[in-house]
């Protein structure tokens, strides 16, 4: 990222924020019934048009796949069983980039579609190849149209929403700039229907946020939220990429550098994909309950977790998984990929690495979670229902 990108008024000089993503929700381009709306789809597309013919780079990260199949299947609304909602990203994924190539011609402009699954972040040889995939593009002048490969992705190996796609191929093609666009104008200090709530305009550090309340449930075509809107601010400016979070209507005025939405400052240097993929994208499969000195060695200390520090494992996982390492109060402190299955583990609590030897043999004694595959979260957001880690 360009470090003149300080703040949102550089966003209105391509030559400062030479490279946007910007990612757009299912609620932004479809109708009251749910259906594929041509004419939010054409606006905004006048918008990153616009945007090419100043000077600048634009990634558009489009949902709307589903949305667009539910007419041509003839399906009342968005499947739930995961056959079902495949077999309508892959009819629908066509007339979607079919509207985007034909928006995109009246400028003069080419797209390529790029589907992208987990993998292909989190695998260093996928990582790369989506890279250059994604770069060249680019310096063809054509558009990528990015989307997950919901036909291929399975319940363990996906994104699950395109908000933490966008912020990850924000990190992967060393974006300048988030652009978020949801059918909600910003980020507010808690519901926005309710009265008295107001707008957050900037946010230095995602434990700025900690404790705001926000709505988990996303709309009827799409998947996400806000919290998922949030999550994916955190992944990008975690990644030294700034995020704006507003609505589609505001995508111009966003791009401008104007005072819309919420904006998202940068950290100060990029964290590898790879940990941020544990930190904010993967699917845990459980929970290590520490006791409070491994607690510390992993936060303050900056080690690698041990069994001796393990006191209860919760969740059903194989060696190499996701899962939350939790204090004793039940505070989720950080995420790792655990060295050791669900079945393993439960006999290793408690013991030393000198008793993992005795009595499991040379080799047995390895961490349960190593400090290269360990993020320590920083922050949380409260939401209805529950809580997410933002940091």
């Known amino acids: 990222m360009s470090p003149s990108v300080l703040d949102r008024s550089h966003l209105s000089d391509p030559s400062r924020a030479h490279r946007v993503v910007v990612k757009v929700g299912s609620s932004s381009l ?36 589903i949305a667009a199949a539910l007419p041509i299947l003839g399906l009342p609304g968005r499947p739930r069983d995961l056959a079902t909602a495949q077999a309508a990203a892959s009819v629908g994924q066509g007339a979607l980039i079919a509207r985007y190539t034909r928006a ?48 291929v992705a399975t319940r363990e190996l996906r994104f699950g929403d395109n908000d933490r796609l966008a912020a990850l191929v924000s990190h992967l093609t060393h974006a300048d700039a988030l652009v978020l666009l949801t ?32 709505t ?32 589609a209507e505001n ?51 900056k080690k690698s977790l041990l069994a001796a520090g393990v006191v209860a494992v919760a969740g059903e996982f194989e060696a190499g998984d996701p899962v939350e390492l939790a204090d004793l109060t039940g505070h989720v402190v950080a995420r790792g990929l655990v060295a050791y299955s669900s079945e393993e583990l439960p006999d290793r609590l408690g013991r030393t690495s000198e008793q993992l030897r005795a009595a499991f043999g040379d080799g047995h004694d390895r961490e349960v979670v190593h400090r290269d595959d360990l993020v320590v979260l920083r922050g949380r957001i409260r939401r209805a229902g529950g809580v997410t880690s933002v940091g």
């Open 104 to 151: 995109f011609r009246g400028h003069g402009l080419r797209v390529g579609q790029v589907l992208l699954t987990a993998e292909d972040v989190t695998r260093r040889g996928h990582y790369k190849n989506a890279q250059r995939a994604l770069t060249r593009l680019l310096a063809l002048g054509v558009v990528p149209i990015v989307n997950e490969n919901d036909t």
């Open 183 to 214: 059918d909600v104008d910003a980020l507010y200090d808690g519901p926005p229907s309710r009265a008295g709530a107001k707008r957050i305009p900037f946010v230095g550090d995602p434990a700025e946020i900690a404790g705001v309340e926000i």
């Open 30 to 65: 479809t109708d009251d019934a749910g259906r594929l709306d041509v004419d939010k789809l054409t606006a905004l597309v006048d918008v990153l048009a616009a945007r090419r013919a100043a000077g600048g780079e634009v990634v558009l990260v489009s949902s709307g796949a």
């Open 251 to 301: 995508a111009a005025a966003a791009l401008d550098g104007a005072d819309v939405g919420t904006w998202f400052a940068p950290a100060p240097r990029r964290v590898q994909t790879r940990r941020l993929w544990i930190a904010h994208a993967a699917d845990v499969r459980g929970r290590l309950t520490l006791d409070d000195g491994a607690v510390r060695a992993i936060t303050a200390g």
């Open 216 to 247: 988990a449930r996303g709309s009827a075509v799409g998947t996400g939220g806000m919290v998922t809107k949030v999550e994916a601010a955190a992944i990008a400016s975690a990644a030294g990429v700034p995020v704006v979070l507003t609505s």
